[in-house]
């Protein structure tokens, strides 16, 4: 969960988006996004009527499938629980592997995946749409992999998804790993 938002603003955004579905008579998942300001007033910014590249955190920190909720939903059959019985636990951070050269103003990086390999241990979560021998064009989006950790709380959330990506290895192309690790080591960050 966001560290900016509190119970009750998130509260009240989830019924705003609740409206917003309701409004154009929305049945399916979907995510409603919101801008918000230092003053923690939020603003409606759009609805995409599909889940989000980051929906493994709230996956992590729900205990619930939002994919299989999502099939349901467009079979006509109902998810199986309600809103009142989604309990949030712990926290879940989310980092995006891309074949892109940070020292090059981050772009992309095209060409075959030699090796490649991620940790495997509680905790920890690979969603990989690549693999070994792959070949990164540089026509389509450059992201290999999310490297998602989750933890009782946001710092061994944070140290798992460090250790996680320091363990993480791809030769051949140069990616971000190194500036997600220097960034999750930042003060600011932490």
């Known amino acids: 969960p966001s560290t900016f ?3 009750d603003l998130r ?5 705003v ?3 917003a579905a309701d409004a154009v008579d929305y049945v399916g998942a979907g995510t409603v996004e919101f801008l918000m300001d230092r003053d923690h007033n939020f603003y409606f910014l ?9 929906h493994p955190v709230t996956e992590l920190c729900c205990g619930i499938d939002l994919v299989e909720a999502q099939i349901r939903i ?11 019985e989604i309990k949030r636990t712990g926290h879940a951070i989310e980092a995006r592997l ?22 495997h241990w509680p905790g ?7 693999s070994q021998g792959f070949e990164v064009p540089r026509y389509y989006d450059p992201m290999i992999a999310k ?11 944070r140290r798992r998804l460090h250790r996680a990506l320091e363990e993480t290895a791809v030769k051949g192309i140069t990616t971000n790993n190194r500036f997600l690790i220097e960034l999750l080591d930042s003060e600011e960050f932490i």
């Open 5 to 7: 938002v509190n119970d």
């Open 11 to 15: 509260r009240e955004m989830g019924e």
């Open 17 to 19: 988006a609740c409206r």
């Open 46 to 54: 759009e609805m995409n009527t599909r889940l989000q590249v980051e």
């Open 74 to 84: 467009a079979q006509g059959e109902p998810i199986g629980y309600t809103q009142d």
């Open 98 to 119: 891309y074949a892109e050269d940070p020292s090059q103003n981050f772009l992309p990086s095209p060409g075959f995946i030699r090796e490649l390999n991620f940790p």
């Open 124 to 130: 920890v979560r690979i969603d990989c749409g690549v």
């Open 147 to 157: 490297v998602i950790a989750y933890g009782e709380d946001r710092e061994q959330a």
